[in-house]
């Protein structure tokens, strides 16, 4: 660039110096043809000229610097695509891991044999679905009680223990056990009861190894009726149990 410079000064400076003396030496050139001192000076001032072009040309390319591109980091779109394909990558990642403990987890339950229609049954074809398990309700299938009564009898037993194996199974899990009654006698009573059949699954299952942090128990007496409680079929299927996560 220094280089550049020094020449560019040079050659103006030799050109002014020569205009200069040439019209000092008019007279000398006049004595000249005029024809040969055209031809002198004209040729002179032509391969002075296009070395000044050339000299301009050089310095004028030189001084303008490339555009860097704009890094990743300055550019604001460019930094929240990043982002976002950053969190694709994290959710997919996160993914595969529950993927691969849900396996591990099912694979655990191949010797377990789930009686048909039982709430542990229902609750496994859910989990290889892929459903999700806090929008759905599983119903019991053999908690039936003794009218009046909230003690949990052998009968029941087979599919809490079933259901207790699933559950250790998948430590994670958190849910509710819902009892309802039929729509037969005192309101408050009924209400009364269904949490006593509740709490006496919850202890059922707590004794099956379950523990108790991860149940709930719920009792609704008979205000969430699924059917005719008018009818002896209507007062069979509100007197249930339910087993839902929590949301």
């Not at 009046?148 to 259901?163: C, I, N, R, Y």
Request: charged fraction near 25%; proline fraction near 5%.
């Amino acid at each position: 660039m220094n280089l550049n410079r020094c020449l560019f000064k040079f050659f103006v400076l030799f050109s002014w110096k020569k205009r200069f003396l040439w019209k000092r030496n008019l007279p000398v050139i006049t004595n000249l043809t005029m024809k040969s001192a055209v031809k002198k000076y004209s040729r002179l001032w032509a391969v002075l000229n296009c070395l000044l072009l050339v000299m301009v040309l050089s310095i004028s390319c030189k001084n303008q610097t490339p555009k860097e591109p704009v890094s990743p980091e300055e550019d604001p779109l460019s930094a929240i695509e990043a982002m976002v394909n950053e969190t694709k990558a994290l959710a997919k990642e996160e993914a595969a891991r529950v993927d691969e403990k849900t396996q591990k987890a099912l694979e655990s339950l191949r010797s377990v044999k789930f009686d048909p229609e039982t709430v542990g049954e229902k609750l496994y074809q859910a989990i290889l679905a892929g459903k999700d398990l806090k929008m759905e309700v599983f119903l019991f299938k053999t908690l039936n009680f003794v009218p009046a009564q909230a003690d949990v009898l052998p009968a029941m037993k087979s599919e809490l223990t079933q259901l207790a194996q699933l559950m250790a199974a998948f430590p994670a899990f958190k849910f509710q056990i819902a009892a309802h009654t039929a729509g037969v006698g005192d309101p408050i009573l009924n209400l009364t009861l269904s949490h006593h059949r509740a709490t006496s699954i919850v202890e059922a299952l707590e004794k099956m190894g379950v523990a108790k942090s991860r149940m709930k128990a719920l009792g609704y007496g008979d205000e969430l009726p699924i059917a005719d409680h008018t009818m002896p079929e209507g007062r069979e299927a509100n007197q249930r149990v339910e087993l839902t996560f929590v949301k």
